[in-house]
């Protein structure tokens, strides 16, 4: 039981107290800690005992602080736990070689879910996992649900072993723990009647069961397995099946519970719900609610009247295309602003991933070079690794740079980002 520390940021209390980098944690206030999330429960007193070890040697460190100040140490991460399943639709599975590292780590991890919001099966949890996580109260988490009828979620999750999903819904939500949950839609497997099914049983675990996303199974041109993926039929079906449900739910409870992915909205061709809908966009990290979030914010938005002669380049997928096109057009009319919308097509994937955020820097690059007389390319984060800037496949900004001989400039995905990096563009030029 024992914690490396990482980092002791400077000029903080650990600092001060002479904490260093690659000392050990063993115990905060007498209790034993295994990991992050054992140093955030037991870090909420004002005064802390640390019990600490150097080369072999043990120390006792006092901290007294005031209003919880953050004391100033980074952990090394923890390893993080593999997932036992073998989804039919897993998009690990369906990823070729030469991609970021990372992106081949298939975690089922209920620490990550708290922390990062990953999503997680239930499928490897020990007793003493489901001890802790009532005692420290791990909430809210994140849980991939599929079907509430065992077989078929069985066969989904490509393991036999799966245990009852409905009755570990069922102990989670009797420690009060918030979940969470999405459906990955698969036609012909957990749509339809099944569906239905599904949200009919879900629903008696509200209000700790507080979202439902309805996703659609994403398919590359490298899967292998015989799924097939969401067509407009099967959108529009999806669509309609959880329209009744929210209506009816929102009645009894003031809140929908249900929320439709994006993707599927673009697949029918049919409006988006309005903003309101959304509520807080509970699943925004998962793709629901995205485009009328954005649209929301771009409607929103002051433009500067002119800036200086400034010619910039954006990308986009296919997708989001129609729906970027509006507020660049909007941009258009800043005097001295020149700007190229690019689509990008996911070559790498294949047609049916349209998303901006699959795209690799390879494909950017195809669909960039030669298009635009632009001498700077923003670049959206949600095409780069997170605080790193690094694309999908390892290219880096630097490469991009060096290959197309313009400025490339990450920014944040929305409206506010895209104007931030014209306007911080324009003051470079100053
Ligand atoms: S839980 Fe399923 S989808 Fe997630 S990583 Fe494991 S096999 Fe892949």
Redesign the pocket.
Known sequence: VALVINRVREGSIAEEKGIKKGDILHSMNRYPVNDVIDYLYYSKDDVLTLRISRGGKAQTVVIKREGHKDIGIEFKPFRVRR?R???I?????QLPKGMRRSLYI???DYRMSFLYGN?I?LTNLTSSDKRRIAEQRLSPLYI?IHSTDNTIRRKM??NPKAGDIIEALRELTSYRIRIHGQIVVCPGINDGDILRKSLRELQRFYPYLQSVALVPVGLTRHRKAGIRGVNREDALKVIEIAKDFRRKFKKRHGDPLVHVADEFYIKADIPFPSYKEYGDFPQIENGVGLVTSFLNSAKRIRLPRRVKETRIAVFTGVSFKPYLEHFVDRLRTIEGLSIDLIEVNNEFFGPSVTVTGLLTGKDIFKSVAGKTGADCLLVPDVTLKQDENVFLDNVTIKDMEESLGMKVIPIESTPEGLLRGITDEYKRKD
């Open positions: 997932c399943n073998r989804c639709f897993c998009f690990v599975d298939k975690d089922d999503y099966t991939s999750l490509g």
